[in-house]
């Protein structure tokens, strides 16, 4: 028990001293009494009795009349200092905080989300306490103050900061699997900092995507570093594929916007094989339609500097670019806008003709300079657009748009990861259906971590591109543990062969 001065952590432990320390009293003396007259009225000593009294009025009047009221005061004590605890001061400062498995929100007057409680020191503050699924309790212990929360019920509780600093809370109502990760913290600020904290309205620089995963706590159950947790981990999703549950079944879908809306908004309906259903559903009601695509978009690392409001195909409408230019690759006056991603052009630059590959810099050229690099067999006609024209954000969105056609349309030409490790007899000791014999099998290859021998030590290590690499042209360096030294170095075939194996085995 640490000395806090703060009012509800001193209401609470006035009465416990109070209550413990008359027990305790009364306890010492009845034993101290009981002792002294067995050992004075021991039967060596006296081994008749001797005393003739048969009742005594003032004696049976001190004991009753005294423990009755040493109890009523004990009652009279802790019911003003409950009493206490459940009248909120006025002018406290009202926080909401939401409890779901197994993270803590908390929502301010203005709106702004944590799921840290920051609070000014001094001033006493109200939590207006909810959950959307299960029973939990939120216990603040330096503040002794626990309070369950109900799902569809309001429950409440305050306190007051009396010094700055951090103080834990944690979820005192076991609530599942990941109760014990149930904790956070309040964080007392000076009210000079916290008049600082209060103005930065979002926290510098995040993205949006990151700042509502954060303020949701999805983090308590998803990694955002590939760690394994109670909910499959949110690292590297682009590109990637997921087996799920489906209606009984399990297929195969490719992660994209649509699926990350689908898996917040009706979690149940596809449930990642290897989990749980276990996971609430975020209605629009707490999450929005725009922040929901926001999270899509952080989470498939589209977050640029593309504003999430811009609308690439109206810029490129309104500018007129379509009148020219085609995007389905159609021939036009100006050259085709469709699938520019990895390719590159034939320009004629201060009378040269050199090639030059497709990238943003070059569409932010194009369109600001367009006659500086004119593609070879056009004729120079196109205006430039200033950023008076098209803003900064807005080239962004249309470079972004224009570089993304590929994504979904092109297929990747060159050596294919999946035929290469066939002829080159990697199955002949690698499984792919996550059996081990020989060798560690390919099965989740891109999401695990492998445990390796090196100079004698052991080190776990996550299974990335640099880790595969390794693994094929210096297969004994790291050796996986429990399996021998014996697969001969891939020296042998190109840097774009190793790439596309690299990449197939990733989305193992
Ligand atoms: Cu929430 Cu235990």
Known sequence: MN????????????VLIYIFGSSLLLLFGITVTTVYFVIKYRRSKCPEPTSECHGNWLLEIIWTVLPT?????????????????????EGAMEIKGTARMWSWMFEYPNGRRTNKIYVPVGTPVQMK????????????????????????METYVWFEATEAGNYDVFCAE?????HADMMTQVVALTPEDYAVWEREQEPAGDPRGLVVINEQGCTGCHSLDGSDGIGPSLFELAGKTRQVVKDGQTIEIPIDADYLIRALREPDAEI??????????YDDSIISD?????????????????????????VLEENGCTGCHSLDGSDGIAPS?????????QVEKDGQTLEIPIDAAYLRRAVREPNSELVAGYAPMMPAYDSDTISDAQLQAVINKLLDIKTETAAAPGPDGAELVEMNGCLGCHSTDGSADIAPSFKGLGSREVTIERNGEELTLKVDAD??????????????????????AADYLSKEEIDAIIEYLQKQ
């Open 3 to 14: 000395g806090l001065s703060n009012p509800t952590a001193q209401a609470v432990d006035n």
């Open 69 to 89: 009221l040493i109890v009523l005061t004990m009652f009279w004590y802790g019911w003003t200092n409950y009493i206490g605890l459940t009248r909120v001061p």
């Open 129 to 152: 306490l909810n959950s959307v699924d299960v029973l939990h309790s939120f216990f603040i212990p330096a503040f002794r103050i626990k309070k369950d929360t109900v799902p569809g």
């Open 174 to 178: 076991y609530c599942g699997v990941g």
């Open 272 to 281: 990642v094989a290897g989990y749980e259903g276990m996971m609430p559903p």
């Open 290 to 314: 725009a922040d929901a695509q926001a999270v899509a978009d952080y989470l498939l690392g589209k977050t640029g500097a593309a504003a999430p409001q811009i609308n690439a195909d109206q």
């Open 337 to 345: 806008l469709f699938e520019l991603a990895g390719k590159t052009r």
């Open 467 to 488: 880790y595969l690499r390794r693994a094929l042209l210096e297969p004994n360096a790291d050796l996986v543990k429990d399996y021998s030294p014996m697969m001969p």
